[in-house]
């Protein structure tokens, strides 16, 4: 039974977590993967914001993904909702 994931902005990792995220989508992201010809940007943006999170927590990244999309509108804070 996995616990879900539930934004709690009084929690230090949820900060970090949210900061991190902001950074990842940033246009110096973007401008940095478009150097190393990454071919499709946003989602590549999209896959290392689940990895992160999904380390960040040790939970499964399949299980991050329902949690984003699927089962959870709550998770989806200001920094994740750019996905």
């Known amino acids: 039974m ?4 539930i934004p709690d902005l009084s929690n230090l990792k949820w900060l ?3 900061q991190i995220l902001k950074t990842i989508g940033s246009k110096r ?3 940095i993967a478009s150097r190393l ?7 590549s943006i999209d896959y290392i914001k ?3 999170l999904a380390d ?12 984003i999309f699927l089962k959870s509108p709550r998770i989806r804070i200001k920094s994740v909702e750019n996905m």
């Open 29 to 31: 992201s973007q401008k």
């Open 37 to 43: 010809k990454i071919q499709d940007i946003p989602i």
């Open 50 to 52: 689940i990895l992160v």
């Open 16 to 18: 970090i977590i949210q």
């Open 56 to 67: 960040t927590f040790e939970k499964d990244y399949s299980y991050v993904i329902s949690e």
């Open 2 to 5: 996995n616990i879900p994931l």
